[in-house]
């Protein structure tokens, strides 16, 4: 059970760039999440799903866009990067009233 | 008014030390609460789930007072492992189980 998975781990973008997070998770959950944390800073909610073919925005939506099309897959697009987006990205998952898993998350730099 | 507020700290306290979190949470719908706890650039992981009657994990002890709509964290005999970001962590439930998270409070344990 390797929870959730989120790859790359590092990246360097350049401004105007585009990109792809990568989100997996093996608990069979229906919700999952995609937040930023900028330094010092807490959570922020870019987009969240509650099931496969269902997506919608949170606090921070401009600039990403997501999918799921199955329900272990959320990825994360990034379209012409911008040094704002510059942050640590987290994907989560949940089932009904329980806790979030996290993933590693993915430090993003754009110069 | 934050949904979700926290006392940032930092706490800096000595080992051995007794040291108590509090947060306060705005919406009285709130259905489920958490504790967790995150290393500097790391992932957020759970800490506990915190519990109507109060909950004990080890060191560590979870109280929630609904009336007030907040909750605390007490952890005893503060190790240096024990330094971390805690997250107070409130999810209201509804269709998407909406999470919200504080910003987080810095305990520092010293030797």
């Known amino acids: 059970n390797a929870g959730v998975t989120q790859t790359p781990k590092f990246r360097i973008l350049k401004i105007g760039q585009s990109m792809t997070l990568q989100c997996t998770q093996d608990?069979?959950?229906?919700?999952m999440y995609w937040y930023r944390q900028d330094p010092g800073m807490g959570l922020k909610l870019i987009y969240y799903?509650?099931?496969?073919?269902?997506?919608d925005k949170g606090e921070v939506p401009n600039g990403y866009n997501v999918s799921r099309s199955t329900t272990e897959d959320f990825p994360l697009r990034l379209e012409l990067a911008a040094p704002s987006q510059t942050s640590v990205y987290f994907c989560a998952s949940t089932d009904r009233g329980r806790e979030q898993f996290f993933g590693p998350g993915t430090r993003l730099t754009v110069l | 008014r934050k949904e979700v507020e926290q006392d940032p700290g930092p706490f800096n306290v000595p080992e051995g030390a007794t040291v108590a979190f509090n947060c306060t949470y705005s919406n009285s719908a709130s259905q489920s609460f958490f504790w967790y706890r995150q290393d500097c650039r790391k992932e957020p992981k759970l800490l506990m789930s915190?519990?109507?009657s109060g909950n004990e994990d080890g060191r560590f002890t979870a109280q929630l007072n609904r009336a007030s709509q907040y909750i605390s964290l007490l952890i005893r005999d503060s190790k240096l492992s024990d330094s971390a970001t805690y997250l107070c962590v409130v999810n209201i439930g509804g269709g998407y189980q909406k999470v919200t998270f504080g910003t987080g409070t810095k305990l520092q344990v010293i030797p």
């Open positions: 799903s509650v099931g496969a073919g269902i997506t």
């Open positions: 915190v519990y109507s």
């Open positions: 608990m069979n959950h229906n919700y």
